[in-house]
């Protein structure tokens, strides 16, 4: 009986050591310097001091700079409608047979409700996380992680919080850092989030949640003077805080301002 104990423990050792381990996320970004939100369009022009540049995963990285790769996880693309559509169309989110749209963007709401529907979700967009980093990008974030709240109730938090860690996993194991987008109230950290995006969280008074759940590292975006007035006053020694306009148009004449 020992000796077949033996073997089995040693059998199970062998297994544990071959099995694949997740891979380690790389470097975060240093928060000493500014930071540019570029979903707009691409400018290379960025100042000097500008380190951190945010781009679509469709656009080629800032060479010099660390970039973060943006992904929809959460939403559809508005120009994205056909391939939902024709490939995925059981994946979209719908209400009485009707796509739900989050009416401000006009984006459909992807169906994280069931466990296989999160599965296949996150295959797909994470061979777009594994795009990014096979194109150089240094980080991710996906955007819409407070899909629930326009969903006519019909996805909950904890669904959220299930795809969530998913799509953090698929980020890690492709080498990325990952930040959380949205939905300050929940503390993301707890399930892998590396660091945060911040979209007007001076304007909601949400900043205070993203320094309790990220320390220094959250990057933080404003649309209005003195809402990034505020942030930078409480905020700008810890953190990239960059005022931009609603349209994030590219370019040196668009609208940029720093702390």
């Known amino acids: 009986m020992r000796q077949r104990w033996v ?10 050591v071959a099995a694949p381990a997740h891979a380690a996320p790389g470097p975060l970004f240093e928060p000493d310097q500014d930071v540019d939100y570029q979903l707009g369009g691409v400018w290379d022009g960025v100042p000097e001091d500008v380190g951190i540049v945010v781009r679509d ?3 080629e990285p800032l060479e010099g700079r660390y970039n973060v790769c943006y992904v ?17 169309w059981r994946l979209v989110l719908k209400d009485e047979g009707r796509p739900v749209v989050d009416s401000v963007w006009g984006e459909w709401l992807l169906d994280i409700r069931t466990a296989p529907k999160r599965r296949a979700l996150a295959r797909i967009i994470g061979r777009w996380t594994e795009g990014c980093a096979t194109d150089g990008f240094d980080a991710v974030e996906y955007d819409n992680l407070d899909s629930f709240s326009r969903s006519h109730r019909l996805v909950k938090p904890r669904h959220a919080k299930a795809f969530a860690r998913l799509l953090v996993d698929r980020a890690h194991d492709a080498g990325l850092p990952v930040g959380q987008k949205n939905w300050a109230e929940w503390d993301g950290s707890k399930a892998g989030f590396d660091f945060a995006v911040s979209e007007s969280c001076g304007q909601w008074r949400e900043c205070g949640s993203y320094a309790a ?3 220094d590292h959250v990057l933080a975006i404003e649309y209005r003077k003195r809402f990034f007035d ?6 700008g020694e810890r953190w990239p805080v960059v005022l931009r306009d609603y349209a994030l148009s590219p370019g040196p004449d668009s609208p940029h301002q720093w702390c």
């Open 213 to 215: 759940s990220y320390g």
């Open 7 to 16: 073997g089995v423990v040693t059998l199970f050792v062998t297994l544990a």
């Open 230 to 235: 505020r942030t930078c006053r409480a905020y």
């Open 57 to 59: 995963r469709t656009a």
């Open 72 to 88: 929809n996880g959460f939403q559809t693309q508005p120009d994205e409608r056909r391939f939902w559509k024709r490939q995925h």
